[in-house]
């Protein structure tokens, strides 16, 4: 931290000299010698004898700062908008995508269809593959991923 002198510590603190001088003749406040043989006092002592100078205050810790206005502008929207409709449109193809491979999970298909308006392209669907996991004679499809492992045994 910095060092005063007790002149300057005591115009910081509003004190008069003589009161702060008194403080360190009786060992309330730690004070010491600078290169110029100055009697100064650290600003961490005072604080712990004295608290936090007067003067601006410094805001708790929990106080939030206020925020400008960050409303966006009607170009600002429309840029939301466009970039809104972008990532639709690449949902919807990773959907797609995810359909040609087959990876439409353990749900029956009716789960996974996605709600009426995100549908790609009519015609572009894929046959619709209803548990695409191998079953073994006898027993029904994996339901869990336990179970998938347990098919390739």
Excluded: C
């Excluded at 007790?6 to 008194?22: D, F, I, N, V």
């Excluded at 600002?76 to 449109?89: H, P, S, V």
């Excluded at 087959?102 to 709600?115: A, F, M, T």
């Amino acid at each position: 931290m910095s060092k005063l002198t007790l002149g300057r510590m005591a115009k910081l603190y509003g004190l008069h000299r003589s009161t702060l001088y008194e403080a360190v003749e009786k060992g309330r406040v730690s004070a010491g010698f600078d290169g110029k043989g100055q009697r100064v006092v650290d600003l961490s002592e005072m604080i712990r004898v004295y608290g936090e100078p007067p003067g601006r205050p410094t805001p708790a810790p929990d106080t939030s700062t206020p925020q400008p206005d960050t409303h966006p502008t009607p170009a600002g929207w429309a840029e939301m908008a466009a970039e809104l409709r972008l990532l639709r449109e690449e949902v919807a193809g990773l959907r797609q995508e995810l359909r040609l491979i087959g990876h439409d999970g353990l749900r029956p298909r009716s789960e996974v269809e996605p709600p009426a308006g995100d549908e790609p392209p009519a015609g572009d669907n894929p046959p619709v593959v209803e548990n695409p996991l191998p079953e073994k004679v006898g027993q029904p499809g994996a339901q869990s991923f336990a179970d998938l492992l347990d098919s390739f045994r």
